[in-house]
């Protein structure tokens, strides 16, 4: 397995899932983003060896028994198929049956394996974050701005500078990587930053220009000359260096290839490099004569001549063919036939010279109609591209070129849609945000299988930001697109954010803090009540309690209370006193919490010898209901080492008849055997009988009104003022 290829890991959809950690299913063999060039989309389309694709794509874990073969389990009618979509670069792969049922004479077994639809999703390469979060800061500026106040255009300008900025960048930071750490995801990623850029500037060249008096041709041939990724950058230096240039294999093909690119420059500077060595007289006239013409070509660097521009390109093109019919075109050799046609200025003739549809294009534009406007592009187009669309290397990305030259913004959000979730998901954001295409003429019936009640810009965004899923590091920019997405956004970020792995406790706070500020009340509560669910597995009571608290589920926070006083009936003693403390800054309108503190503030004053203090306490819990009933006969067992202190009187006679009363009411309870079972067990450890209980209960009967006679004699004066006895 090669380095640095991003795995496909499990997708947000299968998470959702709940499947359990060892069962979620990633391909074996290194899978990467989806490759522009390659035509994937289209690829997917065809029939596929249905027996090979089986052996070399394999699950873990496999559907394919131990010790079986990829092959002989092909030959049972079992084959993997996959389904793609693009807007999340999610993969499905399920299990199929490889022919009809009705051609087999019986009927095919289904298994389990057969019904299980493992849900992929691309990995995001590392060395694409920086560019993710600087594109993110784009679009929040730009959805924060209005197009239509003054300054808007303006602003509409330095945002597709930006735009185009970070993907220059970007690919900077590429090729420079690329000459140390040469590996096919640095190769890869390169590739699909070259198609971002040279689909988003063809946009901006045909759908965005505020120069729109400028003709389409100087355009289009600058365009192709930044984006051309067939021509050998390095053949023209080579040929410099040749003796004999006019007689190389490659010189006039590379004449053409620059003539039909736009590249005047290029072809004028190694021709007069080679005029200057050419000894033969009739060549170098020759030569000349092929540069007079050169130097006359319309570009968007040079003025034209004088006169009307039709009249103007009229002439150049009459010049141009002159010259290919005149006896100069014999002394440059026959190889020089290519770069005749092109200056023959017949669109057939360039066309049949073109290696691609975009040096056919380039070449109609720059040699036939020169003042093409921009309206007037579709008769170039359906004349130049049916020798092209119909060859199978049209891909993709080049199905995407032809629409934005087709004016056609229907098919070129479509297709961005097939290509790239990122491409189409901002493209989509400038277009409709500045008003420069109908996104609502944008039918998405065979994209979306459900109904979709959003603006067409919202599907992308909320497809784009769902591909970001699967790098954790990424929730606020995945959060941050979501909350520019209407309601469908609103609704997706709620369910989606409560499944951010809250693994640390700054992490913790940032999502609950985003929760609260933007009003994700449903979230907010649903995450306290995850983080309070573990922090009660780790004894973190306090937090835990909190975190109940804000998620209003009071239910648990009496449950936590619970464990907390029976943990402490059971060892005799609290060992959380640091958690206790901090329990008592808790803002909490919780009774159980409330009884929770009065209690651990008894034991404390009793701890300290602050006997009538914590006297004092144990009848108020009692008196004001804060205890629950079913923790009373435990408080009034706790009251029994100060009704039998020696020394001095806690309780006087008003705080006896409370403890009496208290009592009495659980005796008397229809509920009497539910209230006691908290009784303490007998020395044998074993559950105390009901005549045990009885005597316990008749031993806090006694200690009551020996302390009630006393309370008369002795009455306490104050509750921190101890009374000693006499």
Not at 287 to 313: M, N, Q
Not at 610 to 625: R, T, Y
């Amino acid at each position: 397995m090669s380095h640095g290829i991003p795995l496909i890991q499990p997708s947000n959809t299968a998470l959702n899932l709940d499947a359990a950690a060892s069962k979620r299913s990633i391909f074996s063999a290194p899978t990467v983003d989806l490759n522009p060039t390659h035509g994937m989309i289209h690829q997917m389309e065809q029939d596929q060896n249905d027996d090979e694709y089986v052996a070399i794509l394999h699950l873990d874990p496999s559907p394919i028994g131990k010790g079986v073969l990829a092959s002989s389990w092909a030959k049972t009618n079992r084959t993997l198929r996959s389904t793609f979509r693009p807007t999340t670069n999610e993969i499905a792969v399920y299990v199929a049956g490889r022919k009809a049922a009705e051609e087999f004479p019986t009927k095919q077994r289904s298994t389990v394996e057969d019904n299980t639809i493992f849900l992929c999703q691309a990995a995001i390469p590392e060395s694409r974050i920086p560019f993710i979060k600087q594109t993110f800061e784009v679009f929040l500026d730009i959805a924060s701005k209005d197009p239509y106040k003054a300054g808007g255009h303006l602003d509409f300008k330095q945002h597709l500078q930006r735009y185009y900025k970070a993907i220059e960048e970007h690919l900077a930071h590429l090729y420079v990587e690329s000459k140390t750490n040469d590996t096919l995801e640095i190769e890869q990623e390169t590739i699909l930053l070259e198609s971002f850029s040279a689909v988003w500037q063809l946009a901006e060249a045909v759908f965005l220009t505020s120069d729109r008096k400028r003709p389409i041709a100087f355009m289009f041939s600058e365009w192709l000359a930044t984006h051309d990724t067939t021509q050998d950058s390095e053949l023209g230096k080579n040929l410099l260096t040749e003796p004999s240039k006019l007689t190389h294999p490659d010189f006039w093909p590379y004449i053409r290839r620059c003539l039909l690119r736009g590249m005047i420059e290029s072809a004028t500077f190694i021709l007069d490099q080679t005029l200057n060595e050419e000894e033969d007289e009739k060549v170098a006239n020759a030569l000349e004569a092929l540069l007079d013409v050169l130097h006359d070509i319309p570009t968007s660097e040079k003025t034209l001549p004088p006169g009307e521009p039709h009249t103007r390109h009229m002439k150049w093109q009459e010049q141009c063919k002159k010259f290919t019919k005149s006896e100069h075109v014999k002394q440059l050799g026959k190889d020089a036939t290519g770069v005749m046609k092109v200056l023959s200025c017949n669109i057939e003739s360039i066309i049949d010279v073109s290696e691609r549809w975009e040096e056919a294009v380039s070449g109609t534009f720059l040699f036939v109609d020169t003042d093409c406007e921009r309206e007037s592009i579709g008769p170039i187009l359906e004349t130049c591209l049916p020798p092209y669309l119909e060859s199978t290397d049209v891909s993709l990305l080049d199905r995407i070129k032809i629409a934005i030259l087709q004016l056609d913004d229907v098919k070129t959000i479509r297709l961005c849609g097939e290509f790239h979730p990122w491409l189409v998901a901002h493209l989509s954001t400038v277009l409709q945000q500045y008003g420069y295409l109908d996104m609502g003429a944008v039918d998405l019936q065979d994209i979306v299988t459900q109904g979709w009640d959003s603006s067409i810009r919202d599907f992308f965004l909320i497809g784009y930001a769902q591909s970001l899923m699967s790098k954790l590091s990424l929730w606020e920019i995945v959060a941050g697109y979501l909350l520019e997405c209407g309601h469908t956004g609103q609704t997706t970020l709620s369910e989606w954010i409560c499944h951010v792995p809250l693994d640390s406790s700054e992490k913790a706070h940032k999502v609950l803090k985003f929760c609260e500020d933007n009003g994700l009340t449903d979230s907010l509560r649903s995450i306290n009540r995850v983080m309070a669910v573990e922090e009660e597995k780790r004894g973190e009571y306090a937090q835990a309690i909190q975190h109940f608290t804000i998620s209003k589920d009071l239910d648990r926070v009496a449950k936590v209370v619970d464990n907390l006083v029976l943990g402490y009936l059971e060892r005799g003693h609290f060992e959380l006193d640091d958690s206790l403390a901090s329990m008592e800054k808790l803002d909490t309108t919780s009774s159980h919490v409330h009884f929770l503190r009065s209690y651990v503030e008894f034991h404390r004053n009793y701890k300290n010898g602050e006997f009538a203090v914590a006297g004092e306490s144990l009848v108020k819990m009692l008196s004001s209901g804060t205890a629950p009933k079913k923790y009373w006969i435990n408080l009034l067992l706790d009251a029994l080492p100060l009704l039998e202190n020696k020394q001095q009187v806690i309780f006087d006679s008003n705080h006896t008849f409370v403890l009496m009363q208290s009592l009495e009411e659980i005796v008397g309870s229809q509920h009497r055997s539910e209230y006691i079972r908290l009784l303490p067990q007998t020395n044998s450890g074993s559950t105390s009988t009901e005549e045990e209980k009885e005597t316990q209960l008749d031993a806090l009967r006694l200690s009551l009104t020996r302390n009630l006679a006393r309370s008369f004699v002795h009455p306490p004066r104050r509750p921190d003022q101890d009374v000693v006895m006499a």
